[in-house]
């Protein structure tokens, strides 16, 4: 069964988040088999407690198992740290 990652960024330095961390972040996306589904700024809050103007990324996977095992790989762990202290993120797994 498919599921998705759902992050919402509220992004602080987006020339430095978008040089460093993005980059790895996608090739690890796809090196666990993962695709990015969305990846858009600017986000309204229609309703709750949302990140107004914030980042939104939605990535695909084969399975929770799958976007489980990207997000506690030892090399996203690494990538995870170029985003410190440049952006505050929501995660949330979705699916399966």
């Excluded at 790989?73 to 699916?95: C, F, I, N, T, W």
Aim: with cysteine; charged share 20%.
């Amino acid at each position: 069964m498919t599921a998705w990652l759902v992050i919402t960024a509220r992004i602080h330095d987006r020339d430095k988040f978008i040089t460093g961390y993005g980059p790895a972040a996608a090739r690890l996306v796809a090196q666990y088999g993962g695709r990015y589904v969305i990846r858009a700024p600017g986000a309204v809050c229609l309703e709750g407690d949302g990140m107004e103007g914030a980042s939104v990324v939605v990535s695909e996977w084969p399975s929770r198992a799958a976007a489980l095992a990207f997000w506690n790989s030892p090399e996203y762990a690494e990538v995870r740290k170029l985003r410190e202290g440049l952006a505050d993120v929501q995660v949330m797994l979705v699916g399966d």
